[in-house]
């Protein structure tokens, strides 16, 4: 359960080429907003098996009709980035919809609610899912569920699947409520506000935060070889997205460290030389803006979960899991 995996408008995802989910932490664990200066679950459970039940009626709609309005209310964040591009990448290749669409239905489901003051408010959603990745079934998808405002949708903002042997085991208060993760916390290997930040720089020139992998010295390995390749180079730019409903949200786990959700901006630009064909696919294609005869410029969301540990156990960041897709293309000549 380690392959990357692309999203395509949040339909079933398969492994991709190897080329190719709480909403904010709070700074404080206690955070005043609107004057609610209380500490409480950010929901109830009737509440969060609402809001799964709300977004999953959204979401089949949309993948039936391939409408990226049928959900566009239900998803944000990285999820809703990815979500919105593959329904409108598909919508083009695909006007009448996919009227044979199977829909996805989730069961033995978990709720992490932590407890915390003012908005947003966040959840987290532990489920398994009607659909087999890379031939395997015991596979949980975790998804993090967002509300901005009392007057507000709850909307899923990140979605990562990990095999149900990798999922922590979660801290809890005394009352059994989840317990949300500091942006700053000091006591991890990397704090969660700089995780973003110190995976695209080990994309660039590699470093010593995180495990080796699928989705760290893999991928960096694959990419830098891309770079050196014959009759089309390939340049990266990767961002860490830090704000708003792309901020990374987290939850203590039992062992003091943290799972902790984060996203990232990755922008791949290709330039064939004369009489090198860029090969673009149906995706890429349907995306495009402007004419791509030698030169695209690719731009992806990814979001990953990983086990952040206790900085004195001198362990490194592991991946539990990773989801991008693309939201973009350029032609630029």
């Known amino acids: 359960m380690s392959k990357v995996r ?31 200066r209380e500490v409480v679950p ?13 977004f999953l009626a959204a979401y089949n709609k949309a993948e039936k009709t391939y409408d990226p309005a049928a959900d566009a209310a239900r998803v944000t964040g990285p999820l809703g980035a990815i979500n919105q591009a593959g329904l409108k ?38 489920t398994r899912a009607n659909r087999t990745v890379g031939g395997r079934k015991d596979v949980r998808w975790l998804w993090v569920f967002t509300k901005g405002g009392k007057d507000q949708l ?35 290997a990397v704090a969660p506000k700089d995780l973003g930040k110190t995976y ?7 470093g010593d935060a995180f495990a080796p992998g699928d989705h760290t010295t893999k991928w960096k390995a694959i990419r830098d070889r891309n770079t050196k390749r014959l009759g089309v180079g390939v340049r990266y730019l990767d961002y860490p997205m830090h704000s708003g409903a792309f901020a990374p949200v987290g939850l203590r786990t039992k ?53 952040d540990p206790a900085e004195p156990d001198g362990g490194k960041v592991t991946f539990l899991g990773r989801i991008q897709g693309l939201t973009g293309a350029k032609g630029e000549q």
């Not at 978990?110 to 908005?119: H, L, N, Q």
């Not at 959700?261 to 922008?267: D, E, K, M, P, S």
């Open 255 to 307: 062992d003091g460290g943290a799972m902790v959700f984060f996203a990232t901006h990755h922008y791949e630009n290709q330039t064939a030389a004369k009489g090198v064909d860029l090969n673009l696919d149906a995706d890429v294609k349907a995306l495009l803006k402007g004419e791509a005869n030698q030169s695209v410029t690719l731009e992806r969301v990814s979001n990953q979960v990983v086990l």
């Open 89 to 126: 990448s598909r919508q083009i290749q695909h006007p009448n919809g996919n009227p044979g669409a199977t829909p996805l239905k989730l069961t033995d489901v978990t709720y992490s609610i932590p407890r915390k003051a003012g908005w947003p408010r966040w959840f987290v959603a532990d």
């Open 200 to 206: 695209t720089t080990f994309l660039k020139s590699g």
């Open 42 to 54: 950010t929901a109830t459970k009737a509440e969060a098996a609402g809001a799964l039940k709300d």
């Open 154 to 188: 709850w909307q899923a903002s990140y979605l990562n699947l990990v095999a149900a042997g990798k999922v922590p085991e979660l801290k809890k208060d005394k009352d059994g409520w989840a317990v949300p993760v500091e942006a700053g916390a000091a006591n991890l």
């Open 6 to 36: 692309r999203l395509r408008g949040v339909r079933r995802p398969a492994a991709a080429a190897a080329t190719v989910t709480a909403l904010s932490v709070t700074a404080t664990g206690c955070v005043t907003v609107h004057g609610e």
